[in-house]
């Protein structure tokens, strides 16, 4: 594939998905709050997989950073009447301000360790919105957000809205991890000391890129409560970060659409599956079939050299194809 | 106008690993720095990269102290530096690994990274073709987008050259280059570092291999016990007596 064609490609399926699935929502409106559930899901779940899938650090707070988001955005908008089109604003930085202050000094831990404090950072959060007396709403939460500015409460537009966001991200993953500040967070996922050997500044790096996700997490969270006008502490909390991990896992940590694809396959297993209680055994049978198969989720590295393979056969005869390369860049030095 | 480490001295626990040693590298000047296992040549390579801090002791660079600073700074001023077991993404491809070495040069945003026809997205086609220049010159791959962990431990050493290169570097310290690789590609690695000399880089060779380093270095220092024992032209430093006992374990030749 050309370089263009690698910074397009995600995008392009994307946007291609999306038309397709709303066109289908015309003959069976309920996918259009389907797609809405997914498009949230994504865009939780995108930055997670950046940050875990190329830069190796885990995160079990971004359903707690989606949290914050939506509590910011709706304190500000039921108490204070301030309109949601500015509301996004802190929404946004909030939980990002938070996420860097407490990088610095959890980011250095092992995955495992990084995974128990994110985890019980995001019980800090939940508890904090529980007991927060009538500003949170308590354990009741929050009601009555106004609905999202220009789109207001149509569920297609709803949907295009977080859909234009998700591929807003998907974008700039995609330029992202084809840079040279992409391949530096790379450099960090396989080797702290060679990242620092070329220059990185790796706490720094880890730090920003982890309050991206979490101000990220938090946009999902303004669209969530404008959209459903209501928040509480159970909606968005521990479990759902448990579940955005998972969908990060599942679909492929390392490819751009994956966090998209495992919040899909996550979202119409919810829909169809029976019975709540039998959905923790689906999905950890699930998990452990896929990665057995494939480690680093569906659409893995590995995965997708074995679908290009047909194509690269028809290319012609590489042989002869080499030294040309050879004496381009050659050319390319005098 | 020099790389030096002066009076450098660093203990772990009761072990005294340095003492008191001081070494330096002029630009276009090819430096060897041997010993046997244990005397200190990678924890004084340590103490130049940024990697290790001295308990006494400092590192200038071009006359300024630039001890305090840490690793990553160190490559921006332009002290690039390859490892004694090769780092890199062995998945990724060999052209990606060479990419990495612009990164000190390169101050570029996160957001620029980020964001269709910027910046950062013209620099990027630049960049290839410079990384596969730069993988032709050291014959590195036949095919720049094949996976790294394809290559020899000869060719990974030198993919680490090509690297450091690629940071433009003022001065390139390599840590135990030639150990474990066959003659074809140590020759390959000491044109390489000649080219680099000849090209007004100061180099520092650590290596245990004598005589790769007598054959390549305009001048030696040798280190024994964590002290410098001799130094000086090749010839002199591999004939003296101290170095000859470290190597072949007499214990002291008779008075």
Redesign the interface.
Known sequence: MS?DAR?WAAPAVVVAAFIVVMLLGLVRPSLHTTMFTIGLYALIALPLGLIYGQGGTISLAQGSFAAVGAYTSAILTTRYGLPPALSVIPAVLLPAALAFVIARPILRLPELSLALVTLSLGTVIAVGLQRGGDFTGSYVGLSGAPPLPIVGKDPVLVAIALWTAVLLVV???S??V???????L??IR??R??A???????PL?LA??FA?AAGIAGLAGWFYVHSIGYIAPDSLNVETSAHILFMVVLGGRRAVLGPILGAAFFTFANDFLPGAETHGLFFGTILVLILLLSPDGILS?QALRVLQRPFARRAPAEPTA??A??A???E??Q | MSLSASGISIRFGGLVALNKVAVSVSPGEIVGLVGPNGAGKTTLFNCL?G?AQPQEGHVQLEGQDISHL???HR??LGIG?T?QTP???L??SVA?AV??????R?R?S?L?????F?A??R???E????A??L???FRLA???DSPAGELSLGHLRLLEVA?ALA?EPRYLLLDEPAAGIDDVDRDLLAQAIRNAAGRGLGVLLVEHNVGFVAELSHRMVALVGGEVVAEGKPADVVGDPQVVAAYLGVQRVAA
């Not at chain 1, 084809?178 to 530096?184: D, I, T, V, W």
Request: overall charge positive; aromatic content about 6%; hydrophobic content about 45%.
């Open positions: 370089r910074l974008v700039m993953y330029h992202f084809q840079s040279a500040r992409g391949r530096a790379n450099a396989v080797d000391l060679l620092e050997a070329m220059g990185v500044n790796v790096d920003t890129l991206v590295p080499r030294p390369a050879i381009d860049a050659k390319a030095v | 990269t990697v840490r690793l990553e490559v921006r530096r490892f780092r890199l993404d998945a990724g990606d990419m990495l070495g612009f990164y000190p390169l570029q996160i620029s990274a980020c964001l269709p910027s950062a997205r620099t990027e086609d960049l290839s073709a410079r596969r220049a993988i032709a010159e036949a095919d720049p690297r940071s």
